[in-house]
């Protein structure tokens, strides 16, 4: 149950977002989000509330990040 | 750009791996997570097997169902049964044993318990049966709570509404737990989704006062492999400080909206923790503004109580934070040693015996974040 899955927001009105889950289609409330979210942009999601939009680029540091560390392997 | 897959690479999960053997380390470690998450994660991709020798990973208390005392599944119980409310509450819950037993027993003698994935499901079973009593029993840690926070705020919540809040928060047990004498803790590695909501400042304590690494993880084996690592390097260096290695998740102040959430709608107060015991400042209860709101207030007529004692009808114990509630672990099951990391399912003499999933004998078998249910799942029953 604590569980908080990746998921990606496929559709937007206006507290409620539907999101995609492998293919599974859900609404979610994104009244606790702090920043503004779009359609393709990926949210941390659990109990039915988003709680974080994930931040891609942030991600895309933390891979540079672990192949830097990585690279004399 | 990236996609999560990545996560769960197996060329950079060796990688991490090799890169882990490395570290000579200057004496054996053992960092503990407070997740059933990660607990999950480790077993179902094989982690502690990859891990050298010398390197431990153990679960705490990271499971909001297993710590539930048995007091306020039994208040629920009775709601259910005698008041006839309809109790909504999470996945596993209902299958969570007590002295008069569980939730889904009472189902079984015709109450009305159902389960819903979040708050909101709850509200909606309250607006299409509005002659009924509806009780949201919301269980879990900072991650459930600011949701359940955020629909308390609603103006239009239907009257025959009402919590049973037994949220708890995760740094006090943790800080809790390094108080327990013989257990060496050489680290944590904190759930990522908490930190999502709550932000690093928190557990800066950890460092500063306990010398103790604190790394925020994420849910994907590159992430744990990342967070031991990272603990690692602090052990050997001899420093101690809060990392996060979930950095597309976790910013360092949190979700500050949803904990302006938290913060409007609960009080933090002491509570019991099943096996456990009282830990101070670790539970949430609903203000006094909220009380219309809270179960706890509107079934019973107590003005004070410790979160999880029921409704405070029940004499609370000699409080020191050692002692038990009444009720809490049959005679027999380990659980409150499972739940502070210092035993293993394995060494519990009921574990796949006696106590399996389907007829679990103490609370760590019933959630899917629960230890023993998740060594059960993944069939870690020898090492
Ligand atoms: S195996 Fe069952 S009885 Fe043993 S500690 Fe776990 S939950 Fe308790």
Known sequence: ?73 | MITESIYRDKTVVEKIIRQIRRISLKRPVKIMHVCGTHENVINRFGLRDLLPEGVEVIAGPGCPVCVCTAQDIEFAFELAMKKKAVIATFGDMINVPSSVGSLNNAKTQGADVRVVYGPFDAVRIARENPKKQVVLFAVGFETTACGVASIVQQSNLPENFSILSSHRLIPPSMEFLLGVGDLRIDGFLIPGHVVTVMGLAQYKLFPEAYRMPTIAAGFEPVDVLLGVMAAIKQINQGIAKCENVYRRAVHDKGNIKAQMAIKEVFDVVPAYWRGIGKIPRSGLRLKERCKMQDARYRFDTAETWDLGLGAGICPSPASSPQSLPLNDINPGCSCHLIMIGKIKPLDCPLFGNTCVPEAPYGPCMVSMDGTCRVWYKYKRFKI
């Open chain 1, 1 to 73: 149950m604590c569980l908080a899955i990746p998921s990606k927001v496929v559709e937007i009105k206006g507290a409620v977002a539907t999101i995609d889950v492998h293919g599974v289609r859900r609404d979610i409330n994104i009244t606790l989000l702090p920043e503004e979210i779009g359609i393709g942009d990926y949210v941390l999601v659990h109990a039915g509330f988003a709680l974080q939009k994930i931040d891609r680029e942030a991600g895309d540091d933390a891979i540079k990040l672990i192949n830097e560390v990585l690279e004399g392997d």
